[in-house]
């Protein structure tokens, strides 16, 4: 009977695998998530779709519906602040994100039922976890499991098209060919950069795809975009966050195509390039190692030797095209772009962990045992040690910089000021606190950057209905003009535009404007 078992009970515990990897990844990120709102790790655009998601409205472009979505839903788990809740959503969606990579790599590497052996399983369970670990401890992800952003989520669609889509056991199955549409448009819902992966998957379904079943795909495809009637929808009920006022065939265009963003994609210099290629090299050590790098490099070097090239083709593509999207659009923070892949990268690490150690136990005898005994010590704590390095620069459990940002600046707010906001991370978290905590309702908040645009200027009049009676004009000088012998205007960031007209007088972390005529009513007291 105990011979009988104990391979029962081994494969149980290797079936466990992604909940394991999962559950490492959830202790770990929400050990470390934002208590409130962060502008650490690129988080600065958290209030924007945490109102959003939470008032009903419509963040920056590209609406983010699936964000929107899901978010409030697990926001109604009893777990402090809406901005926590909203954190821990990014920790939970990263987690699920590791403990499905991790039954994708187990499926891809575990050995054939008909071919058993004494190790049945478990030399290949060690290295799905090794490799599994490694991109959960990787920084990009972790950075972005921490706060209130869209890259977790993505990075969760991402891996679950690619579990979808590799199952060929289940391709012959029209309901699986629609799961994947599905997939594919609510992912497509959270970041429109989910495209950048349909190119492979297309290498891969090529051989299975059948008239049926590309029609079942579309089907489930359309479904699953129908998660953007969420913007109109949302537009229709005034919400206080409503970029680009989507009720219109114009306006739904505008945000779902990220129009004001555009020209970063492919914007980078081309003197750039060179600095950017670098950083890109620095990236991949920085988040694998040298060793890892290595790995994944000889991992998709077997598959070609092996003959697996339809599989290595369909993962290199993916690889490229979000290598490139990332490295040439221009802006601070595209790294993140990078995440699915580095997925894919933990693929190859894998293959390449299994290929090394299976031409180790070719060789026989004593001395290869023992070298891949070791060879598996080393996969398992080499993230777990590059875990413990980087825990203290990633954890963001005791930041409070946005919070006392906060507390200070509406501290040096009089009652019915106007304040003029330049930077994302100020306009964004000033919403959080006005639309969602409720606080400071008397302050009138204005982001001088986004004043041009008329569905802004209507979404200023909804929100301060009495303030706007007057009409809100279009540029920055006469706002201020028409506003400072009528209430005190502060500024979060200093602006040289106004200099001509008026004086900006430091008060703590802001700035009160006042005329330059000495002898008004704001002038400044000597």
């Not at 994708?104 to 290949?124: K, V």
């Not at 940002?405 to 330049?422: C, M, Q």
Request: hydrophobic share 50%; net charge positive.
């Amino acid at each position: 009977m105990n011979n009988l078992r104990r391979p029962t009970r081994r494969n149980l515990l290797i079936s466990l695998l992604p909940l394991l990897a999962g559950a490492l990844a959830l202790g770990l990120y929400a050990s470390t998530a934002a208590p409130w709102l962060t502008w650490e790790h690129a988080g600065a655009d958290g209030g924007d779709l945490i109102t959003a998601a939470i008032t009903g409205g419509v963040p920056h472009p590209s609406g983010y519906p699936t964000y929107c979505l899901l978010g409030r839903l697990y926001a109604l788990l009893p777990l402090g602040s809406s901005a926590r809740r909203l954190n821990l959503f990014s920790a939970t969606a990263a987690a699920l994100a590791v403990g499905l990579l991790a039954a994708l790599i187990w499926r891809w590497l575990r050995p054939p039922a008909e071919t058993p052996r004494p190790t049945q399983g478990r030399t290949e369970a060690l290295i799905a976890l090794a490799a599994t670990l490694a991109f959960a401890t990787s920084p990009t992800l972790w950075s972005q499991a921490l706060i209130a952003e869209v890259y977790a989520l993505t990075a969760l669609f991402f891996v679950l098209a690619l579990c979808i889509a590799t199952h060929e056991e289940r391709l012959a199955r029209w309901e699986w060919w629609g799961l994947l549409g599905l997939v594919l448009g609510l992912g497509l819902g959270a970041h429109l950069t989910l495209a950048l992966l349909l190119p492979g998957l297309a290498i891969w379904l090529w051989p299975h795809a059948r008239r049926a079943r590309l029609l079942v795909l579309a089907g489930g495809l359309a479904l699953g975009l129908g998660v953007y009637a969420y913007l109109p929808l949302a537009a229709s009920g005034n919400p206080p966050v409503n970029w680009g006022n989507p009720r219109t065939w114009e306006g739904f265009q505008w945000v779902v195509s990220g129009q004001m963003y555009r020209h970063f994609v492919l914007g980078l210099p081309l003197s750039y390039l060179p600095a950017r290629i670098g950083a890109w090299v620095q990236l991949w050590v920085q988040q694998y190692t040298w060793p890892g790098v290595a790995l994944a490099v000889f991992g998709l070097w077997s598959w070609l030797e092996r003959g697996q090239r339809r599989w290595a083709l369909a993962t290199a593509l993916p690889f490229a095209l979000y290598s490139l999207y990332a490295i040439t659009y221009d802006t601070a923070d595209s790294y993140v772009y990078l995440i699915p892949a580095y997925v894919l990268a933990a693929i190859w690490m894998a293959e390449g962990a299994r290929a090394l150690l299976a031409e180790i136990a070719q060789r026989g005898g004593a001395v290869a045992r023992w070298a891949r005994a070791i060879g598996l010590a080393l996969l398992v704590a080499l993230p777990l040690v590059a875990g413990l390095a980087r825990y203290p620069a990633l954890d963001l459990s005791r930041d409070r910089a946005a919070a006392d940002w906060v507390r200070a600046a509406l501290a040096e707010l009089p009652p019915n000021a106007l304040l003029i906001t330049g930077e994302d991370r100020h306009t964004f978290t000033l919403d959080y606190v006005q639309w969602v905590e409720g606080q400071r309702p008397d302050v009138i908040l204005l982001d001088g950057e986004l004043l041009a645009y008329p569905w802004y200027r209507e979404q200023l009049a909804r929100r301060y209905p009495a303030w706007a009676q007057s009409g809100i004009p279009t540029s920055l000088e006469e706002v201020v003009q028409a506003n400072s012998s009528q209430r005190p205007v502060y500024l979060s960031s200093s602006r040289s535009s106004l200099d001509d007209l008026f004086q900006s007088i430091p008060q703590g972390p802001l700035w009160r404007v006042v005329s330059k005529d000495t002898s008004g009513p704001d002038a400044p007291q000597r």
